[in-house]
């Protein structure tokens, strides 16, 4: 089991910037992948970015990729979101996931935990 909590999400101001946080207790393992997730009210779930537990190799989805970026910290068990350049377009409830496998998947169903969400919310 893992635990995925997410925190950091917030309003804020067209070309502003937040930082997400996804705390990750239980059996991890430094292969696997955490994925940040996205779902805006009457849309389907957006893929937005996977990393390796490890915090080692990424995959950006092509909508957030000059402006989005994740990283690890290791003593801290945490995966960061970090969102610069923020558009209303990016409204939307935020979510963690965590993937038990080597490999990063853009579908959410390949992943088996999920966080609470954090709703980050974007003004003109």
């Known amino acids: 089991q893992v635990q995925l909590v997410e925190s950091g999400g917030g309003l804020v101001q067209a070309g502003g910037s937040l930082r997400l946080s996804c705390v990750a207790s239980?059996?991890?393992?430094?292969?696997?992948?955490v994925g940040w997730f996205r779902q805006a009210p009457g849309k389907e779930r957006e893929f937005v970015v996977c990393i390796s537990w490890s915090g080692g190799s990424t995959v950006y989805a092509d909508s957030v990729k000059e402006r989005f970026a994740t990283s690890r910290d290791n003593a801290k068990n945490t995966v960061y979101l970090q969102m610069n350049s923020l558009k209303p377009e990016d409204t939307a409830a935020y979510y963690c996931?965590?993937?038990?496998?080597?490999?990063?998947?853009?579908?959410?169903?390949?992943?088996?935990?999920w966080g609470q969400g954090t709703q980050v919310t974007v003004s003109l």
């Open positions: 239980g059996r991890t393992n430094s292969w696997h992948k």
């Open positions: 996931a965590y993937r038990s496998y080597s490999s990063c998947s853009f579908n959410g169903y390949d992943y088996e935990y």
